[in-house]
């Protein structure tokens, strides 16, 4: 099937390294803190919680530091930092996010978000950067049993919508993303932010693009 918008039933965003330039403020956030608290492989371990759920992500913060911090105190800590590097300039938007969400949105394209993030979290970041009203449907990371990459978060995000999976867009940047967007029928459109896909990845993936920009000028034509 072709990605061409009049044959697709919708589109699906993840938001953290696809929206949002969050990962990197999130792996700045646990760096702060592996240098504060003398924890070794911060970097290598964070990147493991890319999309991630947050009981997911505690498992594996757990099983590298449980014997060293009190991971939920850590985690809390985390967030603490992040916050705090945002207020100082907001998160900052993936380089084509609003003007792709404009275009779908004035051509009357279903759009959805599924993402780990927690939904709470997703609205107020949403709505801090003005883009709440973009989105049709919204499904946080607590609200499925199953995280990525298991494919339950985008089948209940596809049955919020009322579209078929195998004719709706996934885009996403991480491998449990891809893998989730794969496994529930979908095509994915792999945006790869802080972590390029390996030959797995591709076979999953039905384009592979550079920023948002590049997936609206694919759309454009």
Known sequence: MNCNLNDLDGIIFDMDGVIFDSEKVGLESWERLGEKYGLKNVKENAMKCIGRSTVDTMKILEDAYGDKVSIPKLYDEAKAVFAEIISQGGLP???????????????????????????????????????????????????????????????LACEKLGIR?????????????????????????????????????????????????????????
Do not use: W
Not at 93 to 101: P, T, V, Y
Not at 170 to 196: C, Q
């Open 165 to 221: 999976s195998e004719y709706t867009v996934a885009i996403e940047d991480s491998y449990n993303g891809i893998k989730s967007a794969y496994r529930a029928g979908m095509m994915a459109i792999m945006v790869p932010d802080l972590i390029p896909p390996t030959d797995e990845i591709m076979s999953m993936v039905y384009k592979k693009m550079d920023s948002l920009s590049d997936v609206l000028e694919y759309f454009k034509k």
């Open 93 to 155: 938007l993936k380089k084509g996010a609003r003007e792709l969400l404009v275009y779908l949105y004035e051509n009357g394209v279903k759009v959805g978000l599924a993402s780990s993030t927690s939904y709470n979290g997703v609205i107020s970041h949403l709505e801090d950067a003005d883009l709440r009203d973009y989105f049709q449907v919204i499904v946080g990371g607590d609200m499925i049993k199953h995280s990525k990459p298991e494919p339950d978060i985008y089948l």
